[in-house]
T-cell receptor, first 115, second 113 residues
């Protein structure tokens, strides 16, 4: 079975500092995608960043970057220069069941950015 | 840009009542999905559809039915609501060319008393 594990239920960071959220997964697939979604208090799910497993280069989107370790099946999200608006639940997600479109989500990490 | 629209946003039901949640997308996406979100559980896939007229079961399909009569709409039905179905429901869609990127609606908060 393919699983996604987020081991940090809650984290906090001071504004302008850097924080890393961890995610590990289990799969027998060789080519796949990994995602980080953000869910602010508004409840809207927003795609933050996507990583393709066959690409060795880590994905980057402005202040958000990933550290993708394929052999270790680790996919962490780094947020630099944290802002108050980054306060949200963050979910790691991974296509499951042999498909590349049905997502399995981790249980989430609640990130609070403190002023 | 409407994107994915869910109706209603909130609903309270009594045990045994039925209701239908509507999801509409205006992006001409082929794939559509229904998830539920419970505290500490992340999102779990209920049902999904890979095209008009087709549906399939996800991880937690029991107690729900779906229909996709039109490409832009995906309906989630609860025939006899139970308190265990109290949850936040999310609809999402994706298109064939980039099917793994899902766009989400704002969610429906459902309480079953």
């Amino acid at each position: 079975a393919q699983t996604v594990t987020q081991s940090q239920p809650e984290m906090s960071v001071q504004e302008a500092e850097t924080v890393t959220l961890s995610c590990t997964y289990d799969t027998s697939e060789n080519n796949y995608y990994l995602f980080w979604y953000k869910q602010p208090p508004s409840r809207q799910m927003i795609l933050v960043i996507r990583q393709e497993a066959y690409k060795q280069q880590n994905a980057t989107e402005n202040r958000f970057s990933v550290n993708f370790q394929k052999a270790a099946k680790s996919f962490s999200l780094k947020i630099s220069d944290s802002q108050l608006g980054d306060t949200a639940m963050y979910f790691c997600a991974f296509p499951s069941g042999g498909s590349n479109y049905k997502l399995t989500f981790g249980k989430g990490t609640l990130l609070t950015v403190n002023p | 840009n409407a994107g994915v629209t869910q109706t209603p946003k909130f609903r309270v039901l009594k045990t045994g009542q039925s209701m239908t949640l509507l999801c509409a997308q205006d992006m001409n996406h082929e794939y559509m999905y229904w998830y539920r979100q419970d505290p500490g559980m992340g999102l779990r896939l209920i049902h999904y559809s890979v095209g008009e007229g087709t549906t399939a079961k996800g991880e937690v399909p029991d107690g729900y039915n779906v229909s996709r009569l039109k490409k832009q709409n995906f309906l989630l039905g609860l025939e006899s609501a139970a308190p265990s179905q109290t949850s936040v429901y999310f609809c999402a869609s994706s298109y064939l060319g980039q099917k793994n990127i899902q766009y989400f609606g704002a969610g429906t908060r459902l309480s079953v008393l």
